[in-house]
């Protein structure tokens, strides 16, 4: 099973940007596809971007479509998620999660590995 840390999350003025990082361990991410989510306080976890495993697929939530990009670094075994003029409601707890499979898929129950998240605060 692959483990999946997050990191670059933090607190930003809206209108600012950020990059999160997802570095893997334990396998290589060429067998999955991967994928960011985020959880705000008192909501469901909800899917924000996917790739598939070569990185030619990519699939957004149209809360992220045109601010988000998804790309990955296979030969670091990292994923990223850019995130341009973050708004407030873009405060959320991010995940990072790996497929169970190599197709770029869209609800959590495609994702089989969790890390821990990184907290991402948008100010307004």
């Known amino acids: 099973q692959v483990q999946l840390v997050e990191s670059g999350g933090g607190l930003v003025q809206a209108g600012g940007s950020l990059r999160l990082s997802c570095a893997a361990s334990g396998r290589t991410i060429t067998s999955y596809a991967m994928g960011w989510f985020r959880q705000a306080p008192g909501k469901e976890r909800e899917f924000v971007a996917t790739?598939?495993?070569?990185?030619?697929?990519?699939y957004y939530a149209d809360s992220a479509k045109g601010r988000f990009t998804i790309s990955r670094d296979n030969s670091k075994n990292t994923v990223y998620l850019q995130m341009y003029s973050l708004k407030p409601e873009d405060t959320a707890l991010y995940y990072c999660a790996a497929a169970r499979g190599l197709a770029a898929v869209t609800s959590l129950a495609g994702f089989a590995s969790w890390g821990q998240g990184t907290q991402v605060t948008v100010s307004s």
């Open positions: 790739i598939n495993w070569s990185g030619d697929t990519t």
